[in-house]
């Protein structure tokens, strides 16, 4: 089980060292479940001063796919390496959404990422329209294929996969459980399909969609539901420690 922070563009310095703070108290041991904060570029130095020797782990929130270059405003992976990060999150849907990211710009970015040894978090879902179309299966399908085109894996904890249906996050709405391991049992298909029954079975697929304490438990208790990628939930260090605690009792 895995259950990250995303704290998206939030937080000062002062209180990023505050709710990093906060988050290690809460958590405390969490046992076989893997934590980690994901807190905005600015901030990923203090925040590693305040979990490092904890098991809470640093994540960040995008990467360029180049190593250096004339690219404004972006980071690099082997710049995340160097600051602590052990993830990093890589196509999330407001990046698709806001900032034209593609499918191909997405693997691209796995595929750096993992050359310096970060995990990548790999963000699928689909929109409600095309839900409502019933089209979701085959966006996450081909979102999932084309992430993953030409990836080697060299280990199952080398990658992980979270499906964010992009009318969940943060609006409030939240897949029910049934809905959640629909698309689970077809991730983990396409990735037992690609990478074989060990590594398949053993990947890790997240669910992210206004997660909170009062559904997490349900939603954790799906056979292909391997933890949570939290949004808003993150930024209390209770109700992410409640969060935690939900996946501890998984297990």
Partial sequence: MLVA???KMHTNREEAIQ???AVVAEVGDPGPVQVAVCPPFVNLEVVRQIVEHTPIHLGAQHMHEEVAGAYTGEVSAPMLKAVGC???ILGHSER???FGETDAAVN???KR??????IPIVCVGET????????????VERQVSAALDGVALPSAEALVIAYEPVWAIGTGHTATPAQAQEMHALIRHLLVKQYGEEVGRALHILYGGSVKPSNAADLFAQPDVDGGLIGGASLKAADFAAI???????G
Avoid: F, H, P, S
């Fill in 128 to 139: 409600l329209e095309e839900r409502q179309a019933g089209k979701a299966a085959t966006v």
């Fill in 19 to 21: 709710l990093a703070q």
């Fill in 108 to 110: 691209r970015k796995i």
């Fill in 96 to 98: 698709r959404q806001y």
């Fill in 113 to 118: 990422a993992l050359q310096y040894g970060l």
């Fill in 5 to 7: 922070g995303n704290w």
């Fill in 86 to 88: 052990r993830y990093v």
């Fill in 244 to 250: 935690v605690q939900a996946a501890c009792r998984k």
